[in-house]
């Protein structure tokens, strides 16, 4: 069994890793009788997010927040599925709702249980504002909130992983990066954190099933946040 | 009555408008059985903290981390008290005893109360650690933990004041600064921040009380965080 007893700080990654955006955009979707097909128009929301961010990262864009690209790829697709009966208020509102999502349900408990041992905190590409309206809607307990906002880089940038060290004066490998996403851990990893992958196998709904295969490099591999609570418990 | 609805974000100075930086010290400091007035000590370790901050401010230090002014300050205390029974991890762990300051006793049901109807943060010249292990010891509901160090820049620098209405993504007037020190709310209001003056006539114990009295220029005068929420309460 391996010895974890060095860390400090646990750093989360937050969409699909904490919360579930894709539910709770189809539940706000279908209240809003847009008729469209909820379960596409957020995949394609979605997938829209990482091209946007690489554009800052390859400095195509200046830094622009998440909720600033969310609302240029919304734009696109309010053209796309040909909706327009939404006012500015309306669409800013829905634009919001990334700061609206609900955490997995294994959530909430896990990360009150991981605060009572370590420090816990955001490490997420979403910006600060987004990060806390979303922590008072869905109650997190976080004892801080990292943002790429806080680096003006996103992830997967050095800055973010080295940034969450530097400020919280640990050193990188006393950090661990959790997160249902390999690419973020990897670069993590790389900045000399460990990595704990947490499965989330529908974090794109059923239509769409990720692939929750483990992989030898993280540390830990844990079913959901519950399961991470157990094995973190067991490694001493 | 003023109309105070614009309000969104409650920023609150730390150390003696939130916590009792005074007797902490003093307890800790007993317990210590060193055989020096805890009091002065208390004081003197204070009274160094304006002056270190001032030497950073005007570049004749390059950024310096709280943590590592107040132990600048300690060690040329440490001679002057002619203490010599410490050893480097005491003496670390000693000027950690700002991370573990105990609150006023009414700003944790104010925080929470508050909580409910705004966001509320602080915007402290501590770095960030010590305010993430204060806000773990003392059990401060903060939504955000703004510190000088985001900004890598101490209070009463603009940078700071403004930094927390970008980053929350708000105006200036509808951020309410909360302080015992006057001079902090004067920087705020240059800013364009509204403000709320706490009394903490025992900021400094009882052998060097605190003038309180009201100055017209804040928006608010309260006794205490309670007092202030009953204040806010009223003002709609």
Chains 1, 2 share one sequence.
């Not at 906002?149 to 959790?178: C, H, I, W």
Request: net charge negative.
């Amino acid at each position: 069994m391996r010895d974890f007893s060095q860390i400090k700080v646990l750093a989360f990654d937050i969409f699909g890793t904490v919360v579930d955006w894709h539910s709770s955009i189809i539940q706000e979707i279908e209240i809003m009788n847009l008729a469209i097909d909820a379960n596409q128009f957020a995949l394609d929301w979605r997938t829209g997010y990482r091209p946007a961010m690489d554009k800052v990262l390859a400095s195509e864009l200046p830094w622009t927040s998440i909720d600033d690209l969310h609302r240029m790829i919304l734009d696109g697709l309010l053209i796309q599925y040909n909706i327009n009966t939404l006012n500015e208020e309306q669409i800013t509102h829905l634009n919001h709702i990334w700061h609206r999502l609900s955490p997995w349900n294994d959530s909430i408990e896990a990360l009150k249980q991981l605060k009572e041992k370590y420090i816990i905190c955001t490490l997420s590409n979403g910006n600060i504002r987004l990060l806390v309206d979303m922590a008072k809607h869905a109650k997190l307990p976080w004892d801080y909130i990292f943002s790429a906002e806080n680096f003006r880089a996103y992830k997967p940038s050095p800055k973010t992983y080295l940034g969450v060290a530097e400020l919280l004066n640990v050193q990188p490998d006393q950090v661990m990066m959790v997160a249902a996403h390999y690419d973020d851990l990897v670069a993590a990893r790389a900045c000399g954190l460990l990595t704990a992958y947490i499965e989330r196998p529908l974090e794109f709904g059923s239509s769409r099933i990720n692939g929750v295969s483990p992989c030898v490099d993280n540390d830990l591999h844990a079913t959901d946040l519950l399961d991470l609570v157990r094995l973190l418990d067991n490694s001493f």
